[in-house]
Each structure stands twice: as C-alpha cells, then as structure tokens.
C-alpha cells in the first residue's frame, strides 16, 4: 500500500514561483535600501540561489533534510512562501535572506 503525494491541490506552482520572483526582488530592494548597492563585486551578486525543489513526495532545499508534505515544517514553507514570506526554517542559517529558486519536479 504506497501512498504517493503530490503537491498539496491548493498550492499552485505558478503561484510559488511567483511569490519567489516576489521574494528575491524584495531582497534586491532591500540591499538598496540599506545603502548598498548590487554592483557585479558584492557578495549577494555572486550568491547562487538556494535551490528549493518541488517533488511528488515533499520539498527538498539545498543544504537542509527532506520535508515530506504533510509536515508541520512542509505546510509551514508552503504557507510562508504562498502568503510572500522569506520561509521561517531558512531564517537561522540564512538571516539576511538569501535568493531562492524554484525547481518543479512534481511532474
């Protein structure tokens, strides 16, 4: 008896990537505001984007475990992300934010 999940119904992937596109201009604003500006040199520049993969079972970001859907930790970064919100389990190792990307593997 395998039970497979996929990405929760309500949760669009359209709608993730596009709350990302939010977050990571929202990052770039942010570098300026504090007097900073992104020139080709500066670290946030030259910074990959955290990879944040969507998968049949969960969601899998670089760097941390697994998060099986149905989580507290999986509903936690799907709501931070739906709602524009940099997700709180990157918070502590990632204080100042970090840019994300989006890679859909649920189909």
């Not at 669009?12 to 504090?34: F, Q, S, Y």
């Not at 760097?63 to 918070?91: A, C, H, M, N």
């Amino acid at each position: 008896n395998h039970l497979q999940y996929r990405l929760p119904s309500e949760i669009d992937i359209n709608t993730i990537i596009r709350r990302v596109e939010e977050l990571n201009a929202g990052l770039i604003h942010k570098v300026w505001a504090l007097g900073a500006p992104i020139k080709r040199n500066t670290q946030i520049q030259k910074a990959d984007p955290l990879p944040v993969g969507f998968f049949s079972n969960g969601i899998a970001i670089k760097g941390f475990r697994f998060f099986p859907y149905k989580t507290k930790e999986s509903l936690q970064i799907l709501g931070d992300l739906v709602d524009g919100y940099f997700p709180y389990v990157l918070k502590g190792k990632y204080p100042n934010g970090v840019f994300l990307k989006v890679a859909d593997k649920v189909a």
